[in-house]
């Protein structure tokens, strides 16, 4: 976009500098007419060049104000995935599994000590009395997902990306990597953007930025890597409203 009004400004001025050729150069009696077309054309690269620069502002616009929704909603997501796992040691690629799991998990709250007990295996082999350390996992209380994670949000409709393309749902996966469970949600930005212009769209989906949403989706979780993070700024999610 930089590059096409950068070439717009460089016609404006190129047109600016052939109307002041023609007042030098050019007979009088036809001045009158030429200098007409090409302050025409002038005003018309100018109005391009506005929109261009408007259009893109506006797109921005739209694009944040989306973008934060769907954050907000890949967050509730994340937050039901792990509150899942250390319940059922590991994740679930069902949106039905999840909605019933926040409507009735009851979550322990434990409390990791270590205790010394008397190791009975080297104590008969060394003959003496021999102590090893343990640690023993205490069980505190219990606190409910849906009161304490979902007080207010409508975790019925988690799946749904809320923004876009009417009826859009965020694409969930789970599985392992090397034992180890992950999970993925996730949604195209085409999905997201999908009554805005193409060009802006495509180029918004190829974007590599520090703070910018980077790639083609807006993804929280990896099936190629170990991690829940989202694959947005820090901006986006301190702006979430709980």
Known sequence: MLKVILAIVAIILLTILIVWLIDKFVPKKIKPVLNLVLWALIVYLGYITFNSVYDELRFEKIKDERYQVVVDRLIDIQKAQIAYKDVNGKYTDKYDNLIRFIDTAQVPITQRRDSTVRDDEQSRRYGIDMFKTITLIDTLDYYSVKDSLFKKVDHTKIMNVGVGA????????????????????????????????????????????VDGVNGPKIVVGSMNEISTAGNWPKNFAKNKKE
Do not use: C, R, Y
């Open 166 to 209: 009417e009826g859009a749902k965020f694409e969930l996966k789970a599985g392992t990597i090397d034992d180890i469970p992950v999970f993925e949600a996730s949604v195209d930005k085409a999905v997201v953007l999908h009554d805005q212009d193409k060009n802006l769209v495509a180029n918004e989906k190829q974007t590599v930025s």
